[in-house]
């Protein structure tokens, strides 16, 4: 059974960075996602990578200030959250589907788009 461990969140400042960390088990054939849910919002679709992390998507909501990149030697996807502010306090969810082809899709921010899921990483931002 298919595995995504995220970890990486935790409690910062408004300015300061984290890297949150995605590993799925088993094949390295993942297109990983990265989501993220406020409070009382529904889940958004932040970055998508490709399963050589050569072509990465990134919400326009967040361009600018994250960053998604992968480690294929140790098969780990990240997050990089630069410049945190309050407004970015939600779980964080790392989603991955296997992919022979391995690119992200144009409907890559739709949750359905994924069959694996991690049990999600909080970030929380005071100002």
């Known amino acids: 059974q298919v595995q995504v461990v995220e970890s990486g969140g935790g409690l910062v400042q408004a300015g300061e960075s984290l890297r949150l960390s995605c590993k799925p088990s088993?094949?390295?054939?993942?297109?990983v996602a990265w989501f993220r849910q406020a409070p009382g919002k529904e889940r958004e679709g932040v970055a998508c990578?490709?399963?050589?992390?050569?072509?990465?998507n990134i919400a326009d909501s967040v361009k600018g200030r994250f960053t998604i990149s992968g480690d294929d030697f140790t098969n780990t996807r990240y997050l990089q959250i630069n410049n945190l502010k309050p407004e970015d306090t939600a779980t964080f969810y790392c989603?991955?589907?296997?992919?022979?082809?391995?690119?992200?899709?144009?409907?890559?921010?739709?949750?359905?788009?994924?069959?694996?899921w991690g049990q999600g990483t909080q970030v929380t931002v005071s100002s």
């Open positions: 990578s490709s399963r050589t992390g050569t072509l990465k």
């Open positions: 989603a991955a589907r296997m992919s022979n082809f391995g690119t992200c899709s144009s409907s890559w921010q739709r949750e359905t788009e994924y069959a694996y």
């Open positions: 088993g094949s390295r054939n993942y297109v």
